[in-house]
C-alpha cells in the first residue's frame, strides 16, 4: 500500500490530501465541497474508512491540480476523513480509482507522486 501527503489545488485553494492506494474511492471535506459542483446521491453510502463508518448523502465533482496537472474526478463528501501523522487534518483523500483513472503512482520510498504515466490525451477502444 501506498500512502503520500502532499497539497493540491482545487480551484485556487491550497488543500491537504492524502493519496492512498489503499482506498478505492475519493473522498472530500466540506469545506472542500463548498468550492466544488456537488449533488445528492440518491441513497445515503457508507463507507469503512479511518476505524469508523462514515455516510455520505452528496457526491462532488473534484476539479484540481497536482503538481500543475489538472484531474478531474468524483468525490464522496464526508464530515471527517482524519489526521496525517502530524496531527494535520486531510481536506482530500485521492483514492486508487482516480490514481488508476490519471496515471498518478506513489513513490513510498521517496515520499513522492510518480506521474509520468499522466495522460495528456485518453484513447478510447
Keep these: 500500500m501506498g500512502r503520500i501527503r502532499q497539497p493540491i489545488r482545487v480551484n485556487g485553494r491550497e488543500c491537504w490530501t ?5 482506498a ?3 473522498y472530500v471535506i466540506p469545506s472542500v465541497a463548498r468550492i ?11 463507507t469503512a474508512l479511518g476505524g469508523a463508518v462514515r455516510e455520505s448523502t ?4 473534484l476539479e484540481a491540480e497536482i503538481q500543475g496537472r489538472p484531474v478531474s474526478t468524483h468525490a464522496l463528501v464526508i464530515d471527517e476523513i ?5 496531527g494535520v487534518a486531510i481536506e ?5 480509482l482516480a490514481m488508476q483513472q490519471w496515471g498518478i503512482r506513489p513513490v513510498p520510498d521517496e515520499e513522492r507522486l510518480d506521474l509520468s504515466h499522466y ?3 485518453f484513447v478510447e477502444f
Aim: net charge neutral; aromatic share 6%; glycine share 8%.
Design 36 to 46: 466544488l459542483k456537488t449533488s445528492p446521491t440518491p441513497r445515503p453510502i457508507r
Design 58 to 61: 452528496t457526491a462532488a465533482l
Design 92 to 96: 482530500v483523500l485521492f483514492g486508487a
Design 82 to 86: 482524519g489526521k496525517d501523522e502530524n
Design 24 to 26: 478505492r474511492n475519493t
Design 18 to 22: 492524502l493519496f492512498d492506494t489503499g
Design 119 to 121: 495522460p495528456e490525451e
